[in-house]
């Protein structure tokens, strides 16, 4: 671990498969789960500050993990970072806290995680939140996106230092405005250790034809300027889950929750406590 790191220390729990996995726990009610995404340095107080406290306010119990390879978690380098391996670990995640049915919130690879677990676990899913969720396009899809062009290249050679990083994080937003020297306090430090294959052996197979499957109540947002997931999924959702409705937002790139914090925390509240 990294002291140096100003991610607020919250609590662990050691998997079955020996990972230490750090979260916040907030809030006592029914229980939210927040899955962050993908990018060099992420963690799950990184993406979803300003959102997890408001959903402990409004009488929800929020988890949110720091995935394997990330934050303040175990970053083994000698396992494949494929969709199912962090499935998995959620899977052992949210037993060892006797969490049987919750809500999952998914940005990025956090949305075809929880898409994923949606799938495999259907009775343990009570609802579904995406917010431009990875999982919807064949690989060679996504690597014509600027924006994962851009953070396979610079965290491949090392170039994410503190300006490296700036420059990255801004092409994940419509206005740079929101990446801030405290965002960049919470991410240079994690980037700094993570191990290469993190993302070198990431794969994310395409889920469409299994959306079907998915019956529980989803909330979708996507924002027009994502540079990192094609928002045309946004339709493909929209077309194959029984129950589904999107937000689809202009002036906004791969995070809504952060860009549009205000919307995303109002409509997510609402659907929540609507039957």
């Known amino acids: 671990m990294n002291e140096n790191t100003p991610i607020p220390k919250g609590k662990y729990v050691r ?21 962050h995404g993908s990018g060099p340095g992420a963690s799950g107080y990184s993406n979803f500050k300003g959102n997890y406290p408001v959903f402990a306010n409004e009488g929800f119990r929020v988890l949110v993990p720091d995935l ?53 676990r259907p009775e343990a899913v009570q609802r579904l939140i995406l917010m431009g969720p990875g999982g919807l396009e064949e690989r060679e899809v996504y690597f014509q ?51 290469k294959s993190v993302l070198a052996t990431m794969r994310v197979p395409n889920l469409v034809e299994r959306l079907h499957e998915i019956r529980c109540p989803v909330l979708g947002f996507w924002g027009s300027d994502d540079k990192f997931c094609p928002a045309s999924g946004a339709l493909k959702v929209l077309e194959r889950c029984a129950d ?15 860009e549009h914090r205000d919307l995303f925390n109002k409509t997510c509240i609402e659907f929540l406590t609507t039957a």
């Open 15 to 35: 998997t079955p498969s020996g990972l230490d996995i750090h979260y916040q726990d907030s809030g006592v009610g029914e229980t939210v789960v927040f899955i």
């Open 68 to 120: 394997p390879g990330y934050g303040l978690s175990s970053k083994p380098d000698d396992v494949e970072y494929v969709l199912d391996y962090f499935v998995g670990v959620l899977r052992e995640f949210l037993d060892a806290l006797d969490v049987t049915r919750c809500v999952l919130v998914g940005n990025s690879l956090g949305g075809a995680i929880a898409l994923k677990y949606a799938l495999d």
């Open 145 to 195: 996106m600027e924006g994962i062009q851009r953070m396979m290249s610079d965290f491949a050679t090392g170039v994410l230092d503190r300006e490296g990083m700036r420059r990255l994080l801004s092409i994940l937003v419509y206005d740079p405005v929101h990446v801030t020297d405290e965002l960049l306090d919470e991410r240079v430090p994690v980037c700094e250790m993570q191990p």
């Open 244 to 258: 589904t409705r999107f937000v689809i937002t202009n002036r906004c790139g791969h995070w809504v929750m952060v």
